[in-house]
């Protein structure tokens, strides 16, 4: 029997925790899912779904997955390789009929596996230009033809082109669409009758509205199509969405195999000092305990999942708000307390070697010098202490040597990034920074992308300036 008094004082700290995120002003409203072996659902809810007038959030309230989706995207296809009806070596272009797929010459095929790990080379359909623009929409259908960026498997870069290749590969081989297809054989298996896609009409009415920062408030973000791309739609409560997670956790329910079985069929890394990262999510160690987790973003709709196989726990973080600070911070500090971790281990004293060698600009890649990019990653030292920072959101993190290696750190907080190694070319010289074995950040000595800040008041310009113009026409 459980202690009624135990869970009583947990579900209070986490209601706290849940208050306290709030208060800082990161979202208007929130709700955790808590899904653990042999209990039942827990949901801890704060906050506000709608403003003016308010309306709270409770268990009923709909929030927008968005990147979460991939998880049926994921089932679907290992299903149909555990059934034997395709391999993690399948070529994409001899399964996917509707879609014209071009690669240079001699590189080899673009594999199932390839599109499942992020590194297939396709690159994405909407550059940085257009997700800084909140007008421009995700594009929602595939283009007939597509013509592969760089040679596969050579590195990692998040693509939803991928996935949705992957839905339209499921949707090609049981000849239905695949929001169907995932209601019927994912969704109801569960008893998760009300989850749906964005794409279905009418929209629910619990459904949350988006918010977005303004003059110290909210205001409602501008509304995405309703026809979002099947693999980023699906709508669900804070019970719903932890259920779905837990359920790959257990062999027999979503997948015959275990889910770290299929992990580790199909992973890679850029380094063996780096965790080995897997299909859908990403693999990191927070206190001693493995974790796989993924993040989801749509225009003012914020969530993440946790999933711990060794304590068969799921976590499940849905906000209304546009914020990153579930994965860094949030999301950690639950974990921890469902755990019982005491928090972060202490830190070792830094190293003083490396640490001028290590110092510097590292960037994201781009696909043209015009494009612009994510804001520049920034490593300095400061006395005895190395530290990361990026203009993305004004914070400093300090590295922690790990182990023997001078090149090698991680970060005492957070589970975004748990692992740092500083790459270096053959003379051996600091080349670039690579985080948890799939984010690889060129180094630079000047900044050679468009800083952050310029770019959004290019944008809020350009928008004056175009204002200006209909204002005259008319």
Known sequence: ????????????????????????????????????AGQPVEVVCAGNARLGPRQSVTPETRF?????????????????????????????ASRVRSVRLRQSRGAQPITVAHLLLHVSGLGDLATWRQLLDDDVQLPLDIPPR????????????????????????????????????????????????????????????????????????????????????????????????????????????????????????ATFTVDDRLPRQCPFLIRVELDGHEVFWHDGFDGGFSSALYLVPEAGLALAVLTNGPTCKIEEEFG???????????????????????????????RYPAVSPLEPRPPDVVVIAAGDDLWLSSEFDDRRIRLVPEGEDPLLFRMPEGACARRVLFVTDRPGVVSGLCMDGFVVLARRRFSTAVPWRVQQALRDAAAR????????RG
């Not at 300036?465 to 005259?472: A, D, E, P, Q």
Request: hydrophobic fraction near 45%.
């Open 465 to 472: 300036t175009v204002g200006l113009v209909r204002k005259g």
């Open 332 to 362: 950690p500090r639950v974990l921890r307390a469902l755990l019982g971790s005491d928090g972060p281990h202490a830190a070792p004293a830094m190293r003083r070697a490396p640490q001028r060698c290590l110092c510097g600009r590292y």
């Open 146 to 265: 597509l013509r592969a960026r760089r040679a596969p498997g050579l590195r990692w870069d998040y693509c939803n082109l991928g996935y949705a290749l992957l839905a339209r590969l499921v949707e090609e081989h049981t000849e239905r669409s695949f929001d169907e297809y995932v209601a019927d054989t994912i969704l109801d298996s569960l008893g998760l009758t009300g989850m749906s896609f964005a794409s279905a009409a009418p929209l629910p009415a619990e459904l949350a509205n988006a918010y977005e920062p303004h003059d110290e408030g909210w205001r409602c973000f501008p509304s995405p199509a309703p026809e979002l791309p099947a693999a980023a739609g699906l709508l669900a409560t804070p019970s719903e969405a932890v259920r779905l997670g837990a359920a790959m956790l257990e062999p027999g329910r979503l997948l015959e195999r275990p889910l770290g079985e299929h992990l580790g069929s």
């Open 64 to 92: 927008r997955l968005a990147s979460l989706t991939k998880q049926v995207v994921a089932v679907a296809v290992l299903r149909m390789i555990e059934r034997g009806e395709l391999a993690l070596d399948t070529p994409v």
């Open 1 to 36: 029997m459980l202690d009624t008094v135990a869970v009583s004082q947990g579900r209070t700290a986490l209601q706290e925790l849940l208050d306290g995120f709030l208060a800082d002003a990161a979202v208007p409203g929130a709700a955790l899912g808590i899904a653990r």
